[in-house]
Nanobody, 120 residues
Framework: QVQLVESGGGLVQPGGSLRLSCATS????????MGWYRQAPGKERELVAH???????NYADSVKDRFTISRDNAKGIVNLQMNSLRPEDTAVYYC??????????????WGQGTLVTVSS
């Protein structure tokens, strides 16, 4: 079973930066993919950025060239560097990890969410 702990959310002014981190703990066979999603009030949860075990990444169009996802496989950490933040980036951000469990079952786990507020 894998658990996730997120950190790094908060209040930032438009144009500012924040860095989110998500640390994994627990036992697993391998991690397949790690990503960040967000959900704004009254909206559905959407993909922000995603990275696979092979190192490929993809981003939502709205965050391309502003956000960067990175992962430390040895430490089981995925980060999201967010630059040039806009008010429309305000949302609860969730870490998502897909992994193979010890018994080789494909499993998905979500973090508890961290609030990012972009406002002057």
């Amino acid at each position: 079973q894998v658990q996730l702990v997120e950190s790094g959310g908060g209040l930032v002014q438009p144009g500012g930066s924040l860095r989110l981190s998500c640390a994994t703990s627990g036992s697993f066979f391998s991690i397949n993919s790690m990503g960040w999603y967000r959900q704004a009030p009254g909206k559905e949860r959407e993909l922000v950025a995603h990275t696979t075990s092979g190192g490929s990444t993809n981003y939502a169009d709205s965050v391309k060239d502003r956000f960067t996802i990175s992962r430390d496989n040895a430490k089981g950490i995925v980060n999201l560097q967010m630059n040039s933040l806009r008010p429309e980036d305000t949302a609860v951000y969730y870490c998502n990890v897909k992994y193979l469990s010890i018994i080789r079952r494909y499993t998905e786990v979500w973090g508890q969410g961290t609030l990012v507020t972009v406002s002057s």
